[in-house]
């Protein structure tokens, strides 16, 4: 065997021996971790599982609230609408006008119409005539609503000032003031009646005064309220409510103590 032989036989034994230290170490390793990395494993797997079953908990939680509410909304519905009957079959004039006020608060839009149309053509007088005029309020309410989900094509700033109708005359006043107080280069200001069966809503309900405004309105809305600084007074500031709504440009300004 020449010289060169010799070598390659030594070179190729060292080769094997280190393999076979490396592999040894490998399994010593492997023995002595493998506890701690298969709790680490079970650890991970138990958190993943954890917030797997938060999140479907969460969810059936979610949808158990939503259902449990729709139902008290049906139900609350129906007691109305016998509320609604009961004082008409007895032609109560007091029984009529609760009623009136509980159309409001019905949830199922075509049942409160019909609702105030049957105290609108079978109440009292005094009751078809305030039946009739809370319709003819509501549908000027939603007709100017209406406009506000459009965006305005020059960019320009709208601002809505409500005054409640449940209020004192001195409110309509007051609002006039505001819309003076805002009024400014690239806005259009409105002076608007809140009607009370509005405003008995969910999403309305406002007993204050208040300037709504989405997240991102929120600038505007601070300089809104620094130019209505000048109407505080005892038990009178306007505070911001921000809203989830989707009205573009848009500021909703109440008067309603």
């Not at 049906?74 to 008409?88: P, Q």
């Not at 007895?90 to 949830?107: F, G, I, M, P, S």
């Not at 200001?189 to 405003?199: G, W």
Request: aromatic share 8%; hydrophobic share 45%.
């Amino acid at each position: 065997m020449t010289d060169f032989e010799e070598r390659k036989v030594v070179v190729e034994e060292e080769r094997l021996k280190l393999e076979r230290k490396r592999d040894a170490l490998a399994g010593s390793f492997l023995s002595r971790a493998f506890s701690v990395v298969t709790t680490a494993l079970i650890s991970v797997a138990a958190i993943i599982f954890s917030v797997v079953q938060y999140v479907d908990s969460t969810k059936r939680a979610k949808n158990e609230a939503a259902a449990a509410e729709a139902r008290a909304n049906r139900d609350f519905d129906m007691e109305t609408y016998k509320v609604v009957v009961a004082s008409l079959g007895r032609r109560d004039t007091a029984e009529q006008l609760a009623a009136l006020r509980l159309t409001a608060l019905v949830n199922d839009s075509g049942l409160r119409a019909g609702l105030l149309d049957a105290l609108g053509r079978s109440g009292a007088a005094v009751v078809r005539t305030e039946a009739k005029a809370q319709v003819q309020a509501e549908r000027q309410f939603a007709v100017e609503q209406a406009t506000v989900q459009v965006p305005p094509l020059t960019g320009a700033w709208r601002y809505d000032v409500f005054y409640c109708e449940s209020s004192s005359p001195q409110m309509s006043v007051l609002a006039d003031s505001v819309i003076e107080a805002i009024r400014g280069d690239q806005t259009s200001v409105r002076k608007r009646a809140l009607p009370a069966s509005i405003n008995l809503r969910q999403g309305y309900r406002v007993a204050g005064y208040e300037i709504r405004y989405e997240i991102p309105e929120l600038l505007r809305a601070e300089e809104v309220r620094r130019r209505l600084d000048r109407f505080d007074a005892p038990g009178r500031a306007f505070h911001l409510v921000p809203v989830s709504n989707r009205t573009p440009n848009y500021l909703s300004v109440f008067v309603c103590p």
